[in-house]
């Protein structure tokens, strides 16, 4: 027989009850972490998706704008946004709804300005500098893109480097930089008569 059995039982009972209030708090602590990070995930859900709403409808307008056609953008995956990634779809007059990747160069470079533009709206910048987006653009497109900074320069200071007449004629004011026995030069282009 053991004398201290009724002793070591006590002290063995008192250490399993303390250990079955702390599990039961780390339980608690448990479920609350989980439940903030539930919480914290569906907020970030619906801000993401607000955010993809509304630069989805915007990239929509911008690329009306500038090619009478319809563009969207589609999540790869509808119930896990972040699992997988965005598909962007553009419909160009008179012709059948595709992917940006199975489009032409041009068609692609108005996507992707309609793209920028979106984003803006959503988060505009002080300034955007666009360093020749328009070199593959067909005339008219690009006619309407030197529109279409024109307008955006409202909000935000726009920088455009191009080699088009079409978008240069839209600017409020040219700049021509040319090489000087390695130095670069900067000179302001004066106006043409009848530009806008």
Known sequence: ???????????QYRNFKMLSVRRNELEGERSG??????????KKRQTFMDA??????????????ITGGKGWLQLENVEDPFSGGLDMLVQFPSKSPRLV???????????AISFIFAMQE???APFYIMD???????PMNAE???????????????IAITLRDVVARKAHRIFGAYVNKGITQIV??????GEE
Do not use: C, T, W
Request: hydrophobic fraction near 35%; charge should be negative; aromatic fraction near 8%.
């Open 1 to 11: 027989v053991n004398p201290l059995a009724i002793d070591q039982y006590g002290q």
């Open 33 to 42: 972490i989980v439940r903030f990070m539930e919480e914290i995930e569906s």
């Open 52 to 65: 993809l709403e509304k630069i989805n409808a915007s990239f929509g307008q911008f690329f009306e704008k």
């Open 101 to 111: 990747s199975a489009v032409s160069g041009g068609e692609k470079s108005v996507s």
């Open 122 to 124: 959503l988060k505009p």
């Open 132 to 138: 020749e987006v328009d070199a593959h653009l067909d």
């Open 144 to 158: 309407r893109f030197g529109e279409l900074v024109r307008e955006r320069s409202g909000s935000s200071q726009m």
């Open 188 to 193: 302001e282009m004066p106006r043409r008569k």
